[in-house]
């Protein structure tokens, strides 16, 4: 994706002195240091672990059962039709362990497997000592449900920090409840609850429960710089950087030879008290065909090939009215296109839309890790105060 953006000497020099100020300064969210009690993983995976006696029976199940996908990741480059199995991409990518090798160094992070920041614990006999303390305890349930007999618990930081983990257990201690077809069965809510947990779409709290968006003292004071300056509070990854800084506008962008991950933030007056698809959808295109020209002359818009399926949910926070849009954009002209999720909220306070906007070019590959981490991001930003 070829973007042309116009700024002006002075303000190139304004922004690169305001961030040299702000890099010495301290950091406004502390940053992981890759200490061995902090998770480690990717956006959209989970790590999978089981007790032995399920060994054969569950690799066949995860090689044969599609599990829940992820309707907003089309893979059109493969020219499937919408009644492929595979036209979407899945949910989750998953990887398999026996309980054997939970406290085994795994040797591409050099931290235990179950120091992992997603994972799904199989656990019909109620085996795990330390996942059944917390359940009991309380303090780190995100989430608990029964299923059939089944109980589920989503626990936080269980072997280490920003740590989620999903514990399924028989609610009778023989187990006779548990079976790999009750785990087909219901593998889509399964799914439906850990991505909503892990994007932050459940509960969005100011640090994401994950510890997938490496950050750094360059994203710290970044966000340190734009907090000052427009009020708002960015979750960023430490690969991102400032592009483009107007009053109405800020663009962040991670830009490589395989694809180009962009974060934006889109304030507008607020003229009125609620949005529709189509005022959602068209201030999108308003900014982007203001701020994102493309080398060809032209500008980005929301696709309207009828491929990418346009959707808006509402929501509220606190009172105030939050709007969440997916699809895909387009650069008209070309063949450059791709996934955007767009977070829309009110402030009251101010009078004015906020829209957390994340969207990304990555041609040909799969793009659930690269799309989850932007999901993460624009659920975990917020309006200051």
Known sequence: MRFTHFLSRAHLAATAVALAYCLILPSCKPSANNQTDTAQGRAGEIRVFYPEFLSDSIQTLFSTTLFSVDSNLVRFEENRIPTDPQYYESAYNFELHPFTQMEEIDPQTESKFQNHTLIWSIDPLS?????????????????????????????????????????????????????????????AILCAISKAIESGESNRSQTPPTAVVEQN????????????????????????????????????????????????VNIFPATQANMSLDSVAAMRNFFTKKYLRTAEGTWVEISSSGIFPVRLNKTNRNGNPEYYLTGWYTELNTDRRGPFVRRVILDKKNKRWVAFDGFLFAPNQPRLTLMRELEIMVNHSFIKG
Do not use: P
């Open 127 to 187: 085996k795990l000592s330390d996942c059944e303390r917390l359940s009991a305890q309380g303090n780190n349930v995100l989430m608990d449900t029964v299923i059939e007999e089944i109980h589920c618990f989503w626990l936080k930081n269980v072997w280490c920090q920003q740590q989620v983990v999903l514990w399924i257990r028989d609610s009778h201690s023989a187990g006779e409840n548990f079976s790999l077809g009750w785990l087909k069965k219901h593998q």
């Open 217 to 264: 003292v360059y994203s710290d004071s970044l966000t340190q710089l734009l907090a000052g300056k427009y009020n708002v509070d960015l979750c960023l990854n430490a690969t991102l950087k400032l592009v483009q800084a107007t009053s109405d506008f800020i663009w962040l962008r991670n830009e490589n030879s395989q694809f180009h991950s962009n974060f934006m």
